[in-house]
């Protein structure tokens, strides 16, 4: 942190800002900035000697008004809508910047929106590492929701299963639709 003090010091000693800048260790414009807001706010040695460095920082740049802030979105309810089928992060960001905007807010952009969710999912998912060797198992399932198949005689949509097998230790997956989930 820049000793503001101790540059009003040294420039009441008639010391240049050269000078004073390399003995409290900061750029000359620094030097020259501050002077500068002390010769504005009306700051002199004199009026500082008495105050801690904190305090004359406090004076020569008061904090300005923060303004509007970014609304934090509340990730244990994103992380419970996620679970519903047919959402995802992009739907749940839509209207997260939907509600922030019509409480005059400042939403977060996409991006940390998606990094501050992989924050809470990293701190807050238990985890677990399962060991598997090659070709010991195969995990199936049928998809969560159905697809479309055209009937190209017909030309309806027919709703169609999907079937997956996945091999855990390569990765590699195996899908097939079926019209049904009955086994034939």
């Known amino acids: 942190m820049t000793n503001y003090k101790e540059i009003l010091r040294l420039h009441s000693l008639g010391l240049n800002n050269t000078r004073i800048a390399e003995s409290c260790g900061c750029a000359?414009?620094?030097?020259?900035?501050?002077?500068?807001?002390?010769?504005?706010?009306g700051i002199a040695w004199d009026v500082v000697r008495g105050l801690s460095e904190t305090d004359v920082a406090a004076r020569l740049f008061p904090a300005a008004s923060p303004g509007r802030q970014y609304r934090m979105p509340d990730y244990e309810k994103?992380?419970?809508?996620l679970q519903r089928p047919g959402v995802t992060l992009s739907l749940l960001w839509v209207e997260y910047c939907e509600e922030c905007r019509a409480a005059g807010e400042l939403p977060y952009q996409?991006?940390?929106?998606n990094k501050y969710y992989a924050d809470y999912v990293h701190k807050t998912k238990a985890?677990?590492?399962?060991?598997?060797?090659?070709?010991?198992?195969?995990?199936v399932?049928?998809?969560?929701?159905?697809?479309?198949?055209?009937?190209?005689?017909?030309?309806e949509?027919?709703?169609a299963y999907l079937f997956i097998a996945?091999?855990?230790?390569?990765g590699y997956a195996y899908t097939e639709a079926f019209?049904?989930?009955?086994i034939s």
Do not use: C, N
Not at 127 to 139: I, S
């Open 141 to 155: 399932d049928w998809a969560g929701q159905t697809a479309s198949i055209l009937d190209a005689d017909t030309g």
């Open 28 to 41: 000359r414009s620094t030097v020259i900035s501050t002077l500068r807001r002390a010769g504005e706010q």
């Open 127 to 139: 985890t677990m590492r399962l060991e598997h060797r090659p070709g010991e198992t195969m995990q």
């Open 179 to 182: 019209l049904d989930m009955k």
């Open 110 to 113: 996409s991006t940390q929106f």
């Open 157 to 159: 949509l027919v709703p």
């Open 78 to 81: 994103v992380h419970r809508e």
């Open 166 to 170: 996945v091999l855990p230790y390569s």
